[in-house]
């Protein structure tokens, strides 16, 4: 790929990449870039499109925005051009629900994978969809300005685009709940103490602030990065013997690298 090499440009997803760096925009900031279901395509198709070259993936929103969460559309009883209400949805079988919301979840899923590092660059609003697809990312740089918010539940919804998990591993239980069921707004000073923001910085500093993450986070070797992403992420579900164990694995995996000996 050559350098800034326009990869995917559709239904409010922009993606493009540099060397190593790719980056994903949301680009309908006159919507503050709500999402809808084709925009939950055009993310899945971005994370299949990604050249095996990439390392670090930076996610933003253009405008002032975000992501002000799922576009109020998607309720009205006509829906989106050429897609299903989410009314018509749930008159169907309770099979076909469960594989819509398994679709659309892909646009999520795919931040988190162990030869990738993800970086969320949010400001302003991240609303419900907008704060899970922030969530989605491994780290979250956020402008002074944030505001997170979970508003599924006022909606007499739930959070159902992946966000629980992460939420729960970074504020723990009882933070997490209080979050969704009041569907109140975290700012800036919150998410970082709790860990929701890896760092804050003034709005105008946030596109450098992610570029210098990403150029930190390619100076180790890529395969010792993503050996040790896969230890970190996988550490939760393992006891501390199992980790004991892994860490022993890898470690013996980058030494017969290094040395030449790898399988």
């Not at 990439?54 to 996610?59: A, K, M, P, T």
């Not at 405008?63 to 989106?80: I, M, T, V, Y």
């Not at 500093?205 to 180790?220: F, W």
Request: glycine share 8%.
């Amino acid at each position: 790929m050559t350098s800034l090499d326009s990869v995917l440009d559709k239904d409010g997803v922009r993606l493009t990449v540099d060397d190593a760096v790719a980056s994903v925009t949301l680009t309908n900031p006159a919507k503050r870039n709500a999402q809808s279901p084709a925009l939950w395509r055009a993310l899945a198709e971005a994370g299949r499109a990604l050249p095996g070259s990439v390392r670090v993936v930076v996610l933003r929103g253009a405008g002032k925005s975000f992501s002000a969460g799922l576009d109020r559309q998607a309720f009205a009883p006509e829906g989106f051009d050429g897609e299903p209400s989410f009314l018509d949805m749930a008159r169907g079988s309770e099979a076909d629900l469960d594989a819509t919301i398994a679709e659309y979840q892909e646009a999520f899923t795919w931040w988190r994978r162990n030869d990738i590092v993800s970086i969320a660059a949010v400001q302003g609003h991240a609303i419900g969809a907008g704060f899970q697809l922030a969530l989605a990312c491994d780290l979250r740089i956020v402008a002074e300005d944030v505001q997170f918010a979970m508003r599924e539940t006022s909606l007499g919804l739930v959070p159902d685009l992946t966000g629980t998990h992460p939420l729960v591993n970074l504020v723990g239980y009882a933070r997490a709940l209080e979050i969704c069921a009041t569907g109140r707004f975290v700012h800036a000073e919150e998410a970082e103490r709790t860990g929701l923001a890896n760092l804050v910085v003034p709005a105008d500093q946030l596109d450098a602030a992610a570029s210098d993450l990403a150029a930190a986070l390619l100076a180790a070797p890529r395969d010792a990065v993503v050996e040790t992403k896969a230890l970190l992420s996988g550490a939760l579900s393992r006891t501390y013997e199992e980790q004991r164990t892994a860490e022993r694995a890898a470690q013996g995996r980058r030494l017969r690298d290094l040395a030449g000996l790898a399988d």
